[in-house]
């Protein structure tokens, strides 16, 4: 099976502008995960959709935002950038995200804010 | 204010030796745990989990320990090899769906 897929690798934007970025999760799972990791913060979760639905939410600001479709594949949006979200932005997908529902990453969008 | 990075604790073993990473969690609900290994420039990879009922769990050259009482999770890796450097991160869930809370790290260095 192929991994968790993640586009783009790269990407870098200024300030005020918005971003989507995109995961395509292993084949079967339903669960999309989202995280940001910081030299400062450490990994940190965002949000969790499963059937299209957001079903956990971090403490982070409503200019983070996501959805799921119904091929499982979902995107992640920030609107309004700061430099602060400067970070590498991983997903992760699972069968179900129930408890003991391994979650898989991927390789992770690396966004840099000017 | 200045944003100051997490200070990674660092763990430096030579090629051959056991490793033993450690990880306190902090949510006495969390039921399961997992370890991940992270390489430079990719995304973190599933290592070995282990559920609550259970307080230790072995794969291939890996062991995870569970200690409830004092919250407390290591990962012992045998015979330690120079592809094994990297940071590891335990990881908690407390029955929230698909939600993990990551603990800061370890950065494992092996000395050929």
């Known amino acids: 099976k192929a991994g968790v897929t993640q586009t783009p690798r790269y990407l870098i934007k200024t300030r005020g502008q918005q971003v989507t970025l995109s995961c395509s999760p292993i084949?079967?799972?339903?669960?999309v995960s989202w995280y940001q990791q910081t030299p400062g913060q450490g990994l940190q979760f965002l949000f969790e959709?499963?059937?299209?639905?957001?079903?956990n939410k971090g403490n982070f600001p409503g200019r983070f935002s996501g959805r799921q479709f119904s091929n499982s594949r979902s995107e992640m949006n920030v609107s309004t950038l700061e430099l602060g979200d400067s970070a590498l932005y991983l997903c992760?997908?699972?069968?179900?995200?129930?408890?003991?529902?391994?979650?898989?990453f991927g390789p992770g969008t690396r966004l840099l804010v000017l | 204010g200045e944003s100051v990075g997490l200070h990674l604790p660092t763990l430096s073993v030579q090629e051959g030796d056991n490793s033993i990473i450690n990880c306190a969690y902090s949510?006495?609900?969390?039921?399961?745990f997992i370890w991940y290994k992270q390489e430079s420039g990719k995304g973190p990879q599933f290592i070995i989990d282990?559920?609550?009922?259970?307080d230790k769990r072995q794969g291939q050259r890996v062991t995870v320990l569970l200690n409830k009482t004092v919250k407390h999770l290591s990962l012992q890796i045998a015979a330690t090899q120079p592809g094994d450097s990297a940071v590891y991160f335990c990881?908690?869930?407390?029955?929230?769906?698909?939600?993990?809370?990551f603990g800061q790290g370890t950065e494992l260095s092996v000395k050929p």
């Open positions: 282990i559920r609550s009922n259970m």
């Open positions: 959709y499963f059937s299209e639905t957001q079903r």
């Open positions: 990881a908690e869930n407390d029955n929230q769906g698909g939600k993990l809370i």
């Open positions: 992760a997908s699972s069968f179900s995200g129930d408890r003991g529902g391994t979650q898989y």
């Open positions: 084949s079967g799972h339903r669960s």
């Open positions: 949510n006495s609900a969390s039921d399961y």
